[in-house]
């Protein structure tokens, strides 16, 4: 008897059916239609020029750029497209997402608009990270 009782408890706490199933992934927010391109999926052989002309296809490009690395400078596997309408933004996503470029899958959205960047404020002082802090016990 208490064998069995062993068993089910076993049973029971290397069951899967004990564990929560995972969550559904979270779609990500689609930005809103803009004539500027991100696109993803780049090959490390894609050049900016490359990405120019397979996006021209669609519509008038006015900037491209494959955002490469410093040192070696192959691509990062991403970068921008900018048409001169939201019209022909539309074109090039239909025409290019989930296609080869190069080879390789690429993937073509909206691009996210930057946030700006945190203004620090210009009276603040900075922060020392040795000693006692400013008008604490040391400073009587």
Known sequence: MAAAVARSGFRRMFSISAFAPPKPPVPRPQADPSPNLFVSGLSKR????????????????VHARVVTDRVSGFSKGFGFVRYATVEDATKGIEGMDGKFLDGWVIFAEYAKPRPPPQ??????????????????????
């Open 119 to 140: 203004q620090a404020e210009m009276n603040s002082q900075p922060q020392q990270s040795w000693g006692p802090p400013s008008g604490s016990w040391g400073s009587q």
């Open 46 to 61: 894609t050049t900016t020029e490359g990405l120019r002309e397979a996006f021209a296809a669609f519509g008038e490009v």
